[in-house]
């Protein structure tokens, strides 16, 4: 089992910037996909993004395409999340997950970090 430590949440205004980062606890392997959920007060947990490790493909979620973006240190075994542009709806705690399956479904993620607060001040 892989642990996952989420570090970078805080508080910014409306229109701000954060860049999250999943520190790994292991190297991740040629098929491991990490991905980012967040889950917002009152609501499910919802998916974000996602890194196939190896191979560098992105897929983002609608409502954050074209403000988030993904990244990996692969030496290191640190994902990261660029957020700009941020809004109020953005507010929620954000998670990284570890699977083997190219998907958004988060029943597919085997492995969960703790989860850092984001929130943005309107």
């Known amino acids: 089992q892989v642990q996952l430590v989420e570090s970078g949440g805080g508080s910014v205004p409306d229109g701000g910037s954060l860049r999250l980062a999943c520190a790994a606890s292991q190297r991740p392997y040629s098929r491991t996909i990490m991905a980012w959920f967040r889950q917002a007060p009152g609501k499910n947990r919802e998916f974000v993004a996602l890194t196939r490790w190896r191979a560098g493909s992105e897929f983002y979620a609608g409502s954050v395409k074209g403000r988030f973006t993904i990244s990996r240190d692969n030496p290191k075994n640190i994902m990261y999340l660029q957020m700009n542009s941020l809004t109020a709806e953005d507010t929620a705690v954000y998670y990284c997950?570890?699977?083997?399956?190219?998907?958004?479904?988060?029943?597919?993620?085997?492995?969960w970090g703790q989860g850092t607060q984001v929130t943005v001040a309107s």
């Open positions: 997950a570890w699977g083997t399956q190219y998907t958004s479904e988060e029943t597919a993620y085997e492995d």
